[in-house]
Structures are given as structure tokens and as C-alpha cells.
């Protein structure tokens, strides 16, 4: 059984020049999401030659999905170089999933923050000799996964 905080272990590190990793995005896309009644309706503009899509859906995720396939349909772009963005036409609605995603972000970052910070308490506490046993306990984690996290150099 994984602990809270063994579980943070079990998840990727954010690579770190992952600020400058060239993504080969070159079709950025960006829906308007508007509510109304029981059916969404997407608008996407800045096309090119003057067109604009609007499209519909029940849900959310069917209106992107409609948007995606619309684009597609008329455009013909390369599938690995679109982006997509969808964003509520309503402010309130935007600023309230930007501050989730913003959330989101900042627990990334905290989350391998830890990591690091915990790997080098491992590798300061086993170079001053401590025993996997001891830097669990003392860091709240198994032996097993002091063990998994700072491997001893074998000689």
C-alpha cells in the first residue's frame, strides 16, 4: 500500500528544460464555448480566409469534438500540428477554470519540489551514513522507497 507521501513518487518529473522543448504546433486553434439552454455552441474565428465555424453540442467535450472535427473537415490541417483551445465566452465562467488550471500548474511545480527536496535529503542523510530504515522514518517513507528514490552506489 502507497502512503500520501510515497505517492507523489509515482508520478513523471517535470523535465527540466521542459521551457524550452520545441513543440511543433503550427495551427492554433481557439473556440468560444457559449451556454445556452441545455446546448453549448462553439464559435471559432481567425480562420483562414475569413471563415468562421460555429458549431453545437449537448456537452461540453461533444461541442470540442464538433469544433475538431469542423476544422478538419474544412481546413485539412496535419493532426499533429493543431492545437486546440477552448475557452467559457462567459468572464466569470473563464476566470474559474483559469484558476483551476493556474492551480493545477502550482501543484506540479510544489509536487516536484518535494521530489527534489526529498531526494537530496536522502542523499545527504545517506552520505552522512544513515541507514534506508532511518531516512524513512525521519522523511515519513518506507525504506523500500528510500532505497527506489537515492540507490547506493555499490562498490
Known amino acids: 500500500m502507497t502512503t500520501w507521501s510515497e505517492a507523489i513518487f ?11 522543448l520545441e513543440l511543433e504546433v503550427t495551427n492554433n486553434y481557439h473556440a468560444t464555448l457559449t451556454r445556452t439552454g441545455k446546448r ?11 471563415h468562421v ?7 461540453w467535450r ?3 469534438d464538433n469544433v475538431m472535427e469542423c476544422v478538419f473537415d474544412l481546413l485539412n490541417p496535419d493532426p499533429g500540428t493543431s492545437g486546440f483551445f477552448f475557452t467559457p465566452a462567459d468572464p466569470e465562467a473563464a476566470d474559474a477554470r483559469k ?8 501543484r506540479l511545480h510544489a509536487e516536484q519540489a518535494e521530489r ?15 541507514t534506508t530504515r532511518d531516512i524513512g522514518s525521519v522523511l515519513g517513507l518506507s525504506h523500500q522507497r528510500i532505497s527506489q528514490i537515492v540507490p547506493r552506489a555499490t562498490t
Open 99 to 106: 484558476a483551476v488550471l493556474d492551480a493545477r500548474v502550482a
Open 62 to 64: 461533444e461541442t470540442a
Open 53 to 59: 465555424i460555429q458549431v453545437q453540442g449537448a456537452t
Open 116 to 130: 527534489d527536496a526529498t531526494r537530496e535529503a536522502a542523499r545527504t542523510l545517506i552520505d552522512k551514513g544513515w
Open 40 to 50: 453549448w455552441t462553439a464559435t471559432v474565428q481567425d480562420l483562414p480566409d475569413g
Open 10 to 20: 509515482d508520478q513523471s518529473d517535470i523535465p527540466e528544460d521542459l521551457d524550452q
